[in-house]
T-cell receptor
Framework: DSGVTQTPKHLITATGQRVTLRCSPR?????VYWYQQSLDQGLQFLIQ???????AKGNILERFSAQQFPDLHSELNLSSLELGDSALYFC??????????FGNGTRLTVT | EDQVTQSPEALRLQEGESSSLNCSYT??????LFWYRQDPGKGPEFLFT???AGEEKEKERLKATLTKKESFLHITAPKPEDSATYLC???????????FGKGTTLSVSS
């Protein structure tokens, strides 16, 4: 068990809808990262937060947004969902920058 | 642009048959190279961090090595429980997010 908790484990929704994925990092870890994993693209970095502030952005679509709250948990918001957004979404945390410890992901299916 | 390429994509071994997985990388100043193991339906599990060429790390049947252009994950006398996808990732000197390869899926049969 990595200590990183992600909810929900599975999410099925329709195109055009909006969903929120939640992540609780390991105790004491200030950095939270979001990754998307699809079969053809592998693990793609979306965004990083450090102690509530956005630190780095990767290949995150404008339809996606994230935030980190004062208690350090993070949420990833996905809106105007498309079929191609179906993927596994992972959250990872670290005390500073590395190594990252991953949760078990949220499997999003858009129908 | 930082890039990580892993080979082979898939590897089938018999129990006890040793082999190596390759991770080639290009990065603007390597801060660290990471190996992870991922089981189906689970998140990646951290294995090793390597920081400089010539460095080696070992854990049970796994040994990771690093050169200036690539890293190898050597698996000695593998067991069926070693079956998983092994991911390699790099972090550049800016110290931001890890850039991952697509992984090598290892299957070990008894």
């Amino acid at each position: 068990d990595s200590g990183v908790t992600q909810t929900p484990k599975h999410l099925i929704t329709a195109t055009g809808q909006r969903v929120t994925l939640r992540c609780s990092p390991r105790s004491g870890d200030l950095s939270v990262y979001w990754y998307q994993q699809s079969l053809d693209q592998g693990l793609q970095f979306l965004i990083q937060y450090y102690n509530g502030e956005e630190r780095a952005k990767g290949n995150i679509l404008e339809r996606f947004s994230a935030q980190q709250f004062p208690d350090l948990h993070s949420e990833l918001n996905l809106s105007s969902l498309e079929l191609g957004d179906s993927a596994l979404y992972f959250c990872a945390s670290s005390p500073g920058e590395s190594p990252l410890h991953f949760g078990n992901g949220t499997r999003l299916t858009v129908t | 642009e930082d890039q990580v390429t892993q080979s082979p994509e898939a590897l089938r071994l018999q129990e006890g048959e040793s082999s190596s997985l390759n991770c080639s990388y290009t990065v603007s100043g390597l801060r660290g190279l990471f190996w992870y193991r991922q089981d189906p339906g689970k998140g990646p599990e951290f294995l090793f961090t390597l920081y400089s060429a010539g460095e080696e790390k070992e854990k049970e049947r796994l040994k990771a090595t690093l050169t200036k252009k690539e890293s190898f994950l050597h698996i000695t006398a593998p067991k069926p429980e070693d079956s998983a996808t092994y991911l390699c990732a790099v972090q550049d000197q800016a110290g931001t997010a890890l850039i991952f390869g697509k992984g090598t899926t290892l299957s070990v049969s008894s």
